[in-house]
């Protein structure tokens, strides 16, 4: 049927057209464009406006809802009466068909789905395929991974920090061995709601948080396991910004925990996710996943260039090599890529971090690198391309030998003029405690006597 003659289109084309809009703003733009879809969304709101929260969710749009929609605050989980754990675990189940999407429900899935999409780019690079720093997953996969990390948001909302009031004031007696039973019998309530297959994308999915927490450590992550266990309770969004920040720091601050404080109170986080898996294994009868199987195992079908190895030097090291998109995650102050002693010579090191100040954005990172790559010296570096694949010890050495040469041509293009060259270059050890030699003497240059390597 034509819906008016001033648009040539069945009213059937025109609902599907707003199905197709990607976002909740762009179908709204849409129903005001004429008055003919107007009309039809007034036929069809609930099919339209569920085909378009779709296509901004994915299939996981269920689970989405169902972890924004959770009536949290009927769940106090530091109450001390006894809350029915199978209560909390069926309450708001995942609506397969979706009728009703409020306005509120729609901006909240926008967000969300922007973070959740944020996350799979970093899984992707981290575990699918190095060479991209958007996500390469399949839709499958894609879906697998979505549907996991909004049910862990909705557990870690569940069972967060702030849910037991003042982490940092916590009476003791408060947590007696009867109120930790019961939290554990609703933690194992919750995920002992889904399917085998997909419980083990959750453990997945969980591994990969752990790892990105227990980088962010560091050193502490291994001396105390119980730290990751604290940090993944911040959740998927603690994730991200551990991710970003490359610190644990401000997730402490806004969380209200001390991380390296002596804190009984984190054995309310002890095996925060091992312990209701090792008690759901268990109650099914499932062959455990080991500890040391990878966040990409239950999620991938396929993970690219999984056996790579450097282009130089031939060590393994697969999605941990370093290419272009991962350049940034390199972790090193520039200060620590200068050659020999110049990193102590403090009139080369102020007007160097001055220069190198900006290099904490992704992107500046990686313009920076590639400008390296176009100084390549012969023929040490011959055949060594941006492109390629190093490990960290290779792509340091690179760097190392670069560097200095970089900041040495940024200075003379801003008309810098050196100084006689000192006949130890990099490697002079006077330029690190005698100020006048350091200002009297050019030490971005090869040495020409000593230890010229
Ligand atoms: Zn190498
Ligand atoms: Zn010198």
């Given at each position: 049927?034509?819906?008016?003659?001033?648009?040539?289109?069945?009213d059937?084309?025109?609902?599907?057209?707003?199905?197709?809009?990607?976002?909740?703003?762009t179908?709204?733009a849409?129903?005001l464009?004429?008055?003919?879809?107007?009309?039809?969304?007034?036929?069809?709101?609930?099919?339209?406006?569920?085909?378009?929260?779709?296509?901004?969710?994915?299939?996981?749009?269920?689970?989405?809802?169902?972890?924004?929609?959770?009536?949290?605050?009927?769940?106090?989980?530091?109450?001390?009466?006894?809350?029915?754990?199978?209560?909390?675990?069926?309450?708001?189940?995942?609506?397969?068909?979706v009728?009703?999407?409020?306005?509120?429900?729609?901006?909240?899935?926008?967000?969300?789905?922007?973070?959740?999409?944020?996350?799979?780019?970093?899984?992707?690079?981290?575990?699918?395929?190095?060479?991209?720093?958007?996500?390469?997953?399949?839709?499958?996969?894609s879906?697998?991974?979505?549907?996991?990390i909004?049910?862990?948001?909705?557990?870690?909302?569940?069972f967060?920090?702030?849910?037991?009031?003042?982490?940092?004031?916590?009476?003791?007696?408060?947590?007696?061995?009867?109120?930790i039973?019961?939290?554990?019998?609703?933690?194992?309530a919750?995920?002992?709601?889904?399917?085998?297959?997909?419980l083990?994308?959750?453990?997945?999915?969980?591994?990969?948080?752990?790892?990105?927490?227990?980088?962010?450590?560091?050193?502490?992550?291994?001396?105390?396991?119980?730290?990751?266990?604290?940090?993944?309770?911040t959740g998927?969004?603690?994730?991200?910004?551990?991710?970003e920040?490359?610190?644990?720091?401000?997730?402490?601050?806004?969380?209200?925990?001390?991380?390296?404080?002596?804190?009984?109170?984190?054995?309310?986080f002890?095996?925060?996710?091992?312990?209701?898996?090792?008690?759901?294994?268990?109650?099914?009868?499932?062959?455990?996943?080991k500890?040391?199987?990878?966040?990409?195992?239950?999620?991938?079908?396929?993970?690219?260039g999984?056996?790579?190895?450097?282009?130089?030097?031939?060590?393994?090291?697969?999605?941990?090599?370093?290419?272009?998109?991962?350049?940034?995650?390199?972790?090193?102050?520039?200060?620590?890529?200068?050659?020999?002693?110049?990193?102590?010579?403090?009139?080369?090191t102020?007007?160097?971090?001055?220069l190198?100040?900006?290099?904490?954005?992704?992107?500046?990172?990686?313009?920076?690198?590639?400008?390296?790559?176009?100084?390549?010296?012969?023929?040490?570096?011959?055949?060594?391309?941006?492109?390629?694949?190093?490990?960290?010890e290779?792509?340091?050495?690179?760097l190392?030998?670069?560097v200095?040469?970089?900041?040495?041509?940024?200075r003379?293009?801003?008309?810098?003029?050196?100084?006689?060259?000192?006949?130890?270059?990099?490697n002079c050890?006077?330029?690190?405690?005698?100020?006048?030699?350091?200002?009297?003497?050019?030490h971005?240059?090869?040495?020409?006597?000593?230890?010229?390597?």
């Amino acid at each position: 049927m034509r819906a008016y003659s001033s648009l040539p289109l069945d009213d059937d084309i025109v609902d599907r057209i707003m199905t197709f809009c990607p976002t909740f703003g762009t179908l709204q733009a849409t129903i005001l464009v004429s008055k003919a879809f107007y009309r039809v969304f007034q036929i069809h709101p609930k099919s339209i406006t569920r085909a378009v929260a779709y296509n901004i969710v994915g299939p996981a749009l269920p689970q989405a809802l169902r972890m924004i929609r959770y009536p949290y605050d009927e769940y106090e989980t530091d109450d001390s009466h006894a809350l029915d754990a199978t209560a909390m675990a069926t309450a708001c189940p995942e609506e397969q068909a979706v009728t009703i999407i409020t306005a509120m429900e729609k901006i909240e899935l926008q967000e969300e789905s922007k973070m959740v999409g944020t996350l799979e780019d970093i899984y992707s690079l981290t575990n699918k395929d190095r060479m991209s720093r958007t996500s390469l997953l399949t839709s499958e996969e894609s879906w697998r991974f979505r549907r996991a990390i909004y049910r862990i948001k909705l557990f870690c909302r569940l069972f967060s920090i702030q849910c037991y009031g003042n982490f940092e004031e916590l009476d003791d007696d408060e947590f007696d061995d009867d109120m930790i039973q019961r939290i554990r019998a609703q933690r194992m309530a919750i995920p002992n709601e889904y399917p085998a297959d997909e419980l083990l994308q959750l453990y997945s999915v969980v591994a990969f948080m752990k790892g990105i927490f227990a980088d962010v450590l560091g050193e502490a992550a291994n001396s105390s396991s119980v730290l990751v266990d604290v940090l993944l309770a911040t959740g998927p969004d603690g994730a991200l910004r551990a991710w970003e920040e490359r610190s644990p720091d401000s997730l402490q601050d806004d969380h209200g925990f001390g991380l390296f404080a002596d804190n009984d109170n984190y054995k309310l986080f002890a095996g925060y996710f091992a312990i209701p898996f090792k008690n759901i294994w268990t109650a099914r009868n499932i062959t455990p996943p080991k500890d040391d199987d990878p966040p990409s195992k239950w999620i991938l079908d396929q993970v690219n260039g999984a056996n790579d190895t450097c282009s130089q030097c031939a060590a393994p090291g697969g999605l941990k090599l370093f290419t272009p998109a991962n350049w940034d995650r390199l972790d090193t102050d520039p200060l620590n890529l200068l050659k020999g002693n110049l990193r102590q010579n403090t009139t080369v090191t102020t007007p160097f971090t001055g220069l190198t100040a900006h290099l904490y954005d992704p992107p500046a990172i990686e313009a920076w690198i590639s400008e390296l790559f176009t100084l390549r010296q012969s023929p040490d570096f011959d055949g060594w391309e941006a492109e390629d694949s190093y490990c960290r010890e290779c792509l340091t050495k690179f760097l190392e030998a670069h560097v200095w040469r970089w900041f040495l041509d940024t200075r003379l293009k801003a008309g810098w003029a050196p100084p006689e060259d000192c006949w130890y270059g990099w490697n002079c050890r006077t330029q690190t405690h005698k100020l006048g030699h350091a200002q009297t003497k050019n030490h971005l240059c090869v040495p020409t006597r000593g230890d010229r390597t």
